[in-house]
């Protein structure tokens, strides 16, 4: 049975959360998943394909999960990889949360050459005011974040079978490139 990796970076809980569900819909699928917070010893090898994501604050993922992709590029480029990132900018700006998930998307490729994912998601988060510092809850209050649960778990499960599918087909075609990109976006 492939083995997979779903780690990610979450500051608060949220994206933990959204790692959870994916990892649940993987074992779901047939896959025997691993799922942890993003951490530089993590043997990348032991594993046939990874699932990497991150919340996005001030356009970037957290650094967690993008030291996790660099310092693990060279692995990664051998693999099936899927890139997930979750945020509140979509609720209110859902073009600008993509184009901002686009870079993160390109960023990654820059810093991580010939690291190439197969499918990439954006999903919306949960965001609580009271989690932050008080300077930046005066400024996050003037910016008007939204605060509250706004993960569509339905979208977060359905690209996750979807991601399921092709990982497994990839899988089992033995490395060919059979198969196609899957998106996800429930902005």
């Not at 492939?2 to 994206?15: E, H, N």
């Not at 996790?68 to 979750?86: C, E, H, I, R, Y």
């Amino acid at each position: 049975m492939p083995r997979i990796l779903v780690t990610y970076a979450s500051r608060y809980g949220s994206t933990t959360e959204v790692a959870a569900a994916i990892a649940e819909e993987l074992t779901a699928s047939g896959l025997d998943v691993d799922v942890m917070s993003a951490r530089p010893e993590i043997q990348v090898a032991k594993y046939d394909a990874v699932v990497v994501g991150a919340a996005a604050y001030g356009r970037k993922w957290l650094p967690d999960a993008s030291v996790f992709v660099v310092g693990n590029q060279d692995s990664l480029s051998k693999l099936p990889v899927a890139l997930f990132t979750v945020g509140t900018l979509g609720v209110k700006n859902p073009k600008a949360a993509l184009r901002e998930h686009d870079r993160i998307v390109a960023t990654l490729n820059e810093l991580a050459p010939g690291f190439n994912p197969v499918a990439t998601a954006l999903f919306h988060g949960s965001f609580t005011r009271s989690n932050l510092p008080l300077c930046l809850r005066v400024l996050d209050w003037m910016a008007g974040t939204p605060q509250g649960d706004h993960r569509d778990w339905d979208a977060i499960r359905g690209w996750a079978q979807r991601l399921g599918d092709l990982l497994r087909e990839r899988l089992d075609d033995s490395g060919s490139e059979a198969g196609g990109e899957v998106e996800g976006n429930d902005g």
